[in-house]
């Protein structure tokens, strides 16, 4: 269940979160998620897109810095308090969250995390009954 989700070197600077957008745009590649962590000086674009590999590589060949990371998708009720409980089946196992976005949609909402431990992390899930997200479905939202 595990999904490849790019991280982006941005320059705090004005244009460079449209140079990334139209690169993958003329590629092909289209942005299911993404969210931007920033100081005064940079930002990490991580996102999910429907071709990781060929948009690792168009990105790399306009001079964009850009690594590829597994994270895991899983899809918890869009209710007060729902990420909880998965969140605190995890920090049980003594697994951190790293960082997480996610996006709703409907009765749902989809998130995104990278845990400190991918595969106690999704083992965990597994055991608890999680709703995982297949990464082939994640490209695709």
Do not use: W
């Not at 070197?9 to 449209?18: C, I």
Request: aromatic share 8%.
């Amino acid at each position: 269940m595990l999904a490849k989700q790019l991280s982006i070197f941005l320059e705090n600077k004005s244009g460079r979160l449209t140079e990334v957008t139209e690169v993958l745009g003329r590629a092909g590649v289209n942005l299911s998620a993404m969210s931007i962590a920033d100081n005064s000086d940079f930002g990490i674009l991580r996102c999910i897109v429907s071709e990781p590999d060929k948009a690792y590589t168009v990105l790399k060949e306009a001079g964009f810095t850009v690594k590829i990371t597994d994270v895991i998708g899983l899809t918890v009720p869009n209710t007060p308090g729902a990420l909880a409980i998965i969140l605190q089946y995890l920090s049980a196992a003594g697994v951190f969250i790293e960082y997480l976005y996610s996006f709703a949609n409907g009765d749902g909402a989809n998130v995104v995390i990278r845990p400190s431990d991918l595969a106690a992390c999704e083992r965990i899930l597994l055991e608890k009954r999680v709703d995982l997200i297949a990464a082939s479905d994640l490209y695709r939202m």
